[in-house]
């Protein structure tokens, strides 16, 4: 059913439901987008509820490893507000752990979270993107993709990936109007990175507002000449 008012842009935030995904939804409503918020979990937290629910498109349960769900979500985005025209791929996760430590499992769960994430995501969004004369797609990396410290090897060889992803599809796509960009936080302020480094310095990560303008930017049509950009958003770390 459609939302029955017209946005002159619609954006999907995917890992909608965490801290930064809810973050850069309510910026992209502040810019006046139409956005639709998919998170993993079927209910989304409260304070996501209160931020968003009256104005955004919440959609629980869309497990995006899962290619048919990915389809599904990206349907029901069309079928709320009749067109799509960003992707921020927010959705993954972190696991730190030694490469000798390690087991398959390790890095099957952190490929299927990071990268078979992105990927379906991208798969499903990209028919309506196509139609958009402003289409964009914004994928989150890290900085450890590029160089990776001791027990950061599975997680930075996920977002890599991610990162590799981002520069190809960038040239697959140089011929339509849409772009592709990744941005690459460092740590990111959050409260479960804040309980897991108590003794940090928290005023050297990255803010989750600071990294959602950055996004923001890339989605806008005045970052239309910038495509294939990996960009790193790393606080003072």
């Known amino acids: 059913m459609s939302t029955g008012r017209t946005f002159s842009r619609v954006a999907v935030v995917t890992g909608g439901f965490g801290a930064l995904g809810q ?121 450890a993709a590029e160089k990776a410290a001791a027990g950061m090897g599975p997680y930075a060889a996920s977002k890599s990936a991610v990162l590799r992803l981002t520069e190809a599809l960038a040239e697959e796509l140089k011929e339509t109007s849409i772009t592709v960009n990744a941005v690459l936080p460092t740590i990111i302020d959050t409260a479960q990175n804040r309980a897991d480094l108590p003794k940090a310095d928290f005023s050297r990560w990255v803010a989750p507002a600071d990294l959602a303008e950055v996004m923001l930017f890339l989605a806008s049509e005045k970052a239309r000449a910038v495509t294939g950009a990996l960009i790193a958003v790393g606080g003072r770390v």
């Open 23 to 143: 973050v850069v939804a309510a910026a992209a409503l502040e810019h006046g987008f139409g956005v639709a918020v998919l998170g993993h979990t079927a209910k989304p937290p409260p304070d996501v509820t209160e931020k968003l629910k009256t104005n955004a498109l919440l959609l629980g349960g869309v497990d995006l490893a899962d290619e048919g769900a990915a389809k599904a979500a990206m349907t029901a985005v069309m079928s709320h507000f009749g067109r799509l025209d960003v992707l921020f791929n927010i959705a993954g996760g972190f696991r730190w752990i030694k490469l000798e430590d390690s087991h398959a499992t390790d890095l099957e769960f952190l490929f299927r979270i990071n990268v078979q994430t992105a990927a379906n995501a991208v798969r499903a969004a990209l028919p309506l993107l196509k139609a958009s004369p402003q289409g964009r797609i914004i994928n989150v990396g890290a900085v």
